[in-house]
């Protein structure tokens, strides 16, 4: 089992940025792959972000590519996402995800999920 707590959402004007994070417990967290998802109010929750169980290989949606980063630190076992010049659009709860056997890069993939954290952008 792997529990998953996300911190540092809130609000923001357009153009401004916030850091998320995702602290685990558990299981071991360097042998997970870990994604950051969002839902926004009546959408399908989407993928945003995701990196290996290294931190060396990182995936982006389109949407986020230039904007956004994810890193992880498997000593303190965290995860964050890095999120700048946001935009209206990228208002949504924001889910931290764990995969065991693969980059989780679709919904279906993930093991684990955070219970959300809500980032609001103003325009």
């Known amino acids: 089992q792997v529990q998953l707590v996300e911190s540092g959402g809130g609000l923001v004007q357009a153009g401004g940025s916030l850091r998320l994070s995702c602290a685990a417990s558990?299981?071991?967290?360097?042998?997970?792959?870990m994604g950051w998802f969002r839902q926004a109010p009546g959408k399908e929750r989407e993928f945003v972000a995701a990196?290996?169980?290294?931190?060396?290989?990182?995936f982006y949606t389109d949407s986020v590519q230039g904007r956004f980063t994810i890193g992880r630190d498997n000593v303190r076992n965290t995860v964050f996402l890095q999120m700048n010049s946001l935009k209206p659009e990228d208002t949504a709860v924001y889910y931290c995800?764990?995969?065991?056997?693969?980059?989780?890069?679709?919904?279906?993939?993930?093991?684990?999920w955070g219970q959300g954290t809500q980032v609001t952008v103003s325009s």
């Open positions: 995800a764990a995969a065991s056997k693969a980059i989780p890069r679709r919904s279906n993939l993930v093991d684990y």
């Open positions: 558990g299981r071991i967290f360097s042998t997970y792959s």
């Open positions: 990196c290996s169980w290294s931190g060396a290989n990182t």
